[in-house]
């Protein structure tokens, strides 16, 4: 079970640095994933990272501006978020899948339908 956590409400412009971790896991060669969902909207990805090779992947409205990636003991994904906007207001998820899904798109494709989300982190911009 992925747990999200760094959520906060902050002014236009600022940042958050976001963290996803499940205890007693490391991801060595894995697709790792942030999804955000603002109400009344589909959840969507957001970025994802090859965690073997720390290859990443951004949707166009974050590219840019947010930033994926792990630590060294592959056990924590991150999502370092700047120049935030009050669009991206929402709650943010992680989610772990296959490699391929990194490289092929189906972590932005096929996982937003996925059932085994975790808590989720809320994100307010304003």
């Known amino acids: 079970q992925l747990v999200e956590s760094g959520g906060d409400s902050v002014q236009a412009g600022g940042f958050l640095k976001l963290s996803c971790s499940a205890s007693d896991t490391t991801y060595s060669s894995y697709c790792l994933a942030w999804f955000r969902q603002a109400p009344g909207q589909e959840r969507e990805g957001v970025a994802a990272i090859w965690t073997g090779g720390n290859s990443t992947f951004y949707s166009e409205s974050v590219k840019g501006r947010f930033t994926i990636s792990t630590d060294s003991a592959k056990s924590t994904v991150f999502l370092q978020m700047n120049s935030l906007k009050p669009e991206d207001t929402a709650k943010y998820y992680c989610?772990?899948?296959?490699?391929?899904?990194?490289?092929?798109?189906?972590?932005?494709?096929?996982?937003?339908?996925?059932?085994?989300w975790g808590q989720g982190t809320q994100v307010t911009v304003s």
């Open positions: 989610a772990s899948g296959e490699v391929d899904d990194c490289f092929l798109g189906s972590w932005s494709t096929a996982w937003p339908k996925r059932d085994d």
